[in-house]
């Protein structure tokens, strides 16, 4: 079970604007940086923010995401088919000194 | 390029010990803390393991605190988990990751436990 909460299923269509949650508590996120990974099956996570809105080099400004209190959403504008993945947050927690993962949004593009 | 390569997974019985290695190119191997997560087959991101830089902290997750030992030798740019005691809910792709948040990722190696 995580401690991270996302919710398991998000969706749009190509253009559109979806957001993922990403709740947790004072010992994580609300203390320490937030992640964003991208999964697609068969293939390597990728990081798409890292310290809560950074982007890395090559990841699209579609992406973005913010930070508040013990909360956390990521935001994909101009939602293309090629977003179609599963999206991870990520904390360190304090209290447990380890990386928490939240449980994971499988995106869909309709 | 940042490349890293994870090798050693396989077929072990419950109870077996397996090793993996990541073998890590394209940045200061010795100036990264190192990690590992895991997979298990339907389910999602499971942070496994960090070492720091310098090899002298290391942190577990508690489902295998005790069993696995992750460890790193600057001098061949690799990174190892040692697994021990291996059980059926192990059984997932493994990777290896820069830096404790995941900076890079390996493409994964599977580990299944299996009689």
């Known amino acids: 079970q995580s401690v991270l909460t996302q919710p398991p299923s998000a969706s749009g269509t190509p253009g559109q604007r979806v957001t993922i949650s990403c709740s947790g508590s004072?010992?994580?996120?609300?203390?320490?940086?937030l992640y964003w990974y991208q999964h697609l099956p068969g293939t390597a996570p990728k990081l798409l923010i890292y310290?809560?809105?950074q982007r890395p080099s090559g990841v699209p400004d579609r992406f973005s995401g913010s930070k508040s209190g013990t909360s956390a959403s990521l935001a994909i504008s101009g939602l293309r088919s090629e977003d179609e993945a599963d999206y991870y947050c990520?904390?360190?927690?304090?209290?447990?000194?380890?990386?928490?993962f939240g449980g994971g949004t499988k995106l869909d593009v309709l | 390029e940042v490349q890293l390569l994870e090798s050693g997974g396989g077929l072990v019985p419950p109870g077996g010990s397996l090793r993996l290695s990541c073998a890590a190119s394209?940045?200061?191997?010795?100036?990264?803390?190192m990690s590992w997560v895991r997979q298990a087959p339907g389910k999602g991101l499971e942070w496994v393991s960090s070492?720091?830089?310098?090899?002298?902290?290391?942190f577990y997750a508690d489902s295998v605190k005790g069993r696995f030992t992750i460890s790193r030798d600057s001098s061949k740019n690799t990174l190892y988990l040692q697994m021990n005691s291996l059980r059926g809910d192990d059984t997932a792709v493994y990777y290896c990751?820069?830096?404790?948040?995941?900076?890079?990722w390996g493409q994964g190696t599977l580990v299944t436990v299996s009689s």
């Open positions: 990751g820069q830096e404790i948040w995941f900076e890079n």
């Open positions: 394209g940045f200061i191997f010795s100036s990264s803390a």
């Open positions: 070492i720091s830089a310098t090899g002298g902290r290391t």
């Open positions: 004072s010992s994580n996120i609300g203390s320490n940086y």
């Open positions: 310290r809560n809105d």
């Open positions: 990520a904390a360190w927690d304090d209290s447990l000194s380890g990386l928490l």
